[in-house]
Nanobody, 123 residues
Framework: QVQLGESGGGLVQAGGSLRLSCAAS????????MGWFRQAPGMEREFVAA????????YYADSVKGRFTISRDNAKKMVYLQMNSLKPEDTAVYSC????????????????WGRGTQVTVSS
């Protein structure tokens, strides 16, 4: 079992930055790939970024590549999403997830989900 809790969301102006954090519980946290997904109102949940459990390979959606950075600290059981150069279209509820399957870009490969944190980017 893995429980996840996100924090760090908020309101920011376009061009600004936010750092999201995801705190995990569970003894096997380091075995899971971790992902960030987002869902805007009326839209389907979409992949944002993921990091593998082993050597920390990272994956990004094209829409955030070069602006967002995912990282993890297995000792602290934390996953982070540094978001820079934010755009109004980044506005969504951001959720972290833990999974053991592949591809890590697919929601179906994730077993555990946090409740999400709201990110709002004003123009």
């Amino acid at each position: 079992q893995v429980q996840l809790g996100e924090s760090g969301g908020g309101l920011v102006q376009a061009g600004g930055s936010l750092r999201l954090s995801c705190a995990a519980s569970g003894r096997t946290f380091s075995s899971y790939a971790m992902g960030w997904f987002r869902q805007a109102p009326g839209m389907e949940r979409e992949f944002v970024a993921a990091i593998s459990w082993s050597i920390g390979n990272t994956y990004y959606a094209d829409s955030v590549k070069g602006r967002f950075t995912i990282s993890r600290d297995n000792a602290k059981k934390m996953v982070y999403l540094q978001m820079n150069s934010l755009k109004p279209e980044d506005t969504a509820v951001y959720s972290c997830a833990a999974g053991l399957g592949y591809p890590v870009t697919s929601t179906s490969q994730y077993t555990y989900w946090g409740r999400g944190t709201q990110v709002t980017v004003s123009s």
